[in-house]
């Protein structure tokens, strides 16, 4: 069983904005490979509707693929560089979208076409251990899901998301 926080922003304090729901179903996709990560997404069924409100909403899903240079945001709790206190606040972090052919250079032979990678090949700036199934919005529009990278914020090896 798996409780879902909805409404989250610091992680150790009770702010009051907070939903905590308990999952009545997964659903891992039919093609994830944990060898791979490929298709690494999955559905949690909420045991009770969530209560909409300013701390809670939907998000839309995409209209068509976002292309290389399409600013996107990727927000988590995973490790930060600057503090582990930094990581107890949902940490939200601005990237860009990169070109197939970036992707597939960081990665030889890994990427798959459930995959996409975002963020800077010169590093300092990524997702991060803590931050997997996060989501990237791009122009309000959810993109990705937090997958997997080398490292975090390396040179080079930008972070791979599932589409």
């Known amino acids: ?57 939907p998000v839309a899903l995409p209209s068509g ?18 503090s582990t206190a930094d990581s107890n606040k949902l940490q939200c972090l601005e990237i860009p979208i990169l070109s197939d052919s970036d992707c597939s250079n960081s990665y030889p032979g890994m990427i798959t076409n459930t995959m996409f990678c975002a963020g800077y090949l010169e590093g300092g700036k990524d997702s991060c251990q803590g931050d997997s199934g996060g989501p990237v919005v791009c122009n309000g529009q959810l993109h ?19 589409k």
């Not at 922003?9 to 039919?30: C, L, M, T, W, Y």
């Not at 292309?67 to 560089?81: D, E, F, L, Y």
Request: aromatic share 8%; charged share 15%.
């Open 1 to 57: 069983r798996i409780e879902v926080r909805l409404g989250e922003h610091n992680i150790v304090i009770n702010e009051g904005s907070e939903q905590f729901i308990n999952s009545d179903k997964a659903i891992r996709h039919p093609n994830y490979n944990s060898w791979t990560l490929d298709s690494d997404i999955m559905l949690i069924k909420l045991s009770t509707p969530a209560t909409l409100n300013q701390y809670v909403q």
């Open 65 to 82: 693929c976002a292309t290389a240079g399409t600013k996107c945001s990727v927000t988590g709790w995973g490790n930060t560089m600057s």
């Open 144 to 162: 990705g899901i937090v997958s997997w990278g080398y490292g975090c914020a390396e040179k080079n090896h930008p972070g791979v998301y599932a």
